[in-house]
């Protein structure tokens, strides 16, 4: 299996630009995490689908973020307009929801920066 | 809410050696998962091993193992043989049974030393 696979795996943009980052989760995996990783913060979960519905949006940091899954392989998380605070790492995640057990395998991340 | 405890923000250890780090977590819940996850320099998050919370052995997976102490809430992992290949942060997550939240601990950086 490919595991999750994330594009861009860097990305530079300048403020006020817009920025979609991609995930392909793994096939065959119901379930899609969105999480931002900063030092100030750690990890933290920003959205999660389940058979591309979205469960929970709670994480989103605000409406300059939004996430979408038109199908099972394919989600983005964009960011409009993009500000310099929004600078981290980006990973998506994917797992299968079978009895409860949720492990989720991770993608590489995106690094982003917003000079 | 679910709090996760690294307490240990660097450690080191030499090659060949065994090394244990700790994490304590806090919750209300009896039924729960926990997971090491480990992130090297490449920053690719990777599932070291998992423990379900009902379960009373030990997870082990090669050279990894935990200590689970339900009672203390603790969850350590004990790294035998170390590797240079082991040299990462390491994070410790809780999840409960049915949710799909994964609560991180702030990590713990190790150096394997040659």
Redesign the interface.
Known sequence: DAGVIQSPRHEVTEMGQEVTLRCKPISGHDYLFWYRQTMMRGLELLIYFNNNVPIDDSGMPEDRFSAKMPNASFSTLKIQPSEPRDSAVYFCASSLGLAGVLTQYFGPGTRLLVL | AQTVTQSQPEMSVQEAETVTLSCTYDTSENNY?L?W?KQPP??????VI?Q?AYKQQNATENRFSVNFQKAAKSFSLKISDSQLGDTAMY?CAF?K??A???F????TRLTVIP
């Open positions: 998962y997971f996850y490449s920053r690719q998050m990777i599932l998992r379900e994070f999840m049974t049915g799909n939240n994964l991180f601990g702030t990590g």
